[in-house]
């Protein structure tokens, strides 16, 4: 599954590294596109924590530059709005490119579909035209949604998935895996540096309360005091990583001559109905729990084998459920009261 290349003059990010803006000390630049999302924005603190010089990409379709403010100003950071489904451009060297850029939870694909689907497209296109452009390293946020509602379990990247290609879910499953297709494709005929991480479900602050994932629910729900709507009969599975977590498995992938696809993801496997008591208990909450209609093509399970990723990236989740969700929730704590609102939408 995965490709491996000698590895040339890298850091720790892994990547080819350019000259500075004086010419002499090297520095990594690199793209993150749908940097002002959740998950993005985390990717484009981390980097430059680590002094890469980011350029943030985001259309604000689904996230928002409030994500990054708290950047703007810092050397090396640029902010660009941009939809990546029309003309891109970023002047000068370019090392490293993230393709985070695309709708991600179900009620925000289901309003956007085909914008989900020429962002998996149109938008994986021209971003890796960019990579052939510059010479730069290409990593697809790519997702375990590829493998559908799996019949083999845990999910190994070698599982080919089933996927229903017209049902709701297909705007974004099937977007992911033609980008999948195209990545492997710009790989093998021009060459490109390219890697996919096929990321398992995270977590973590920043998330929108009312994005319609399950945990933001859950925790905006527990704090409010507010039935916790559990989907089904809520033994259906997920396997839950923190978002430090995920952040240091994609940039592992970076940092690595491989080609993947890798899955990105915590084991730890939760029932829905185990989740929502768990975040209850956490926050504190006597919120009780209300069972609701499950949506078409929901997976019935969904846990990462990981095995991958140990050997190739040496990375694996390090965050506990407890722990990752504890923090989780004082953070949407924090927001509410600093809104000095009850989350309502
Ligand atoms: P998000 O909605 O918070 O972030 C996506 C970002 O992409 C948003 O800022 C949005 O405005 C931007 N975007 C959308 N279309 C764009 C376009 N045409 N041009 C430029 N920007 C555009 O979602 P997220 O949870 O942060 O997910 C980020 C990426 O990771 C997505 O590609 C998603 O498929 C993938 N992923 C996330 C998870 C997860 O659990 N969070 C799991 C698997 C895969």
């Not at 090392?95 to 020429?118: G, Q, R, V």
């Not at 696809?261 to 209850?280: D, S, Y």
Request: aromatic content about 6%; proline content about 6%.
């Amino acid at each position: 599954v995965a490709g491996s290349r000698p590895a040339g003059d890298r850091d720790i990010r892994g990547c080819r590294r350019g000259p500075g803006a004086a010419g002499g000390e090297d520095v990594m630049r690199a793209v993150v596109a749908g940097g002002a999302g959740f998950l993005g924005s985390h990717l484009c603190e981390r980097l430059l924590a680590d002094g890469t010089e980011v350029v943030c990409m985001d259309s604000f379709l689904t996230g928002s530059p409030d994500n990054v403010s708290h950047l703007l100003g810092r050397p090396g950071f640029r902010l660009v709005e941009c939809d990546v489904t029309g003309f891109v451009h970023v002047p000068g060297e370019v090392n490293l490119i993230l393709h985070l850029a695309s709708a991600a939870s179900p009620a925000d694909y289901l309003a956007y579909p085909i914008e989900t689907l020429k962002v998996g497209s149109l938008g994986t296109l021209h971003l890796l035209g960019l990579a052939k452009e510059k010479g730069a390293r290409f990593v697809l946020a790519s997702t375990s949604e590829v493998y559908g509602d799996p019949l083999e379990h845990p999910q190994r990247e070698t599982y080919w998935g089933n996927v229903n290609p017209v049902g709701p879910r297909s705007v974004y499953d099937e977007a992911k895996r033609f980008a999948e297709s195209l990545t492997v494709a710009y790989r093998q005929t021009h060459g490109v540096d390219t890697g996919i991480a096929r990321i398992f479900n995270t977590y973590g602050p920043r998330m929108r309360p009312f994005d319609g994932r399950a945990i933001p629910t859950f925790v905006r729900q527990a704090l409010r005091g507010e039935p916790m709507t559990v989907t089904g009969d809520g033994r259906q599975t997920r396997s839950i990583c923190y978002v430090d977590d995920t952040v240091e498995g994609i940039l592992a992938l970076a940092g690595r001559d491989v080609a993947g696809p890798v899955n990105i993801g915590n084991p730890g496997e939760l029932t829905m109905t185990a989740l929502a008591e768990t975040i209850r208990d956490l926050a504190g909450s006597s919120s009780p729990i209300e069972y609701v209609a499950r949506p078409a093509d929901d997976p019935r399970v969904r846990r990462p084998d990981t095995t991958l990723a140990a050997r190739c990236l040496g990375w694996h989740a390090g965050i506990d459920a407890a722990e990752g969700l504890r923090r989780t929730i004082g953070w949407f704590r924090a927001e509410l009261e600093r809104d000095g609102t009850d989350g309502t939408d």
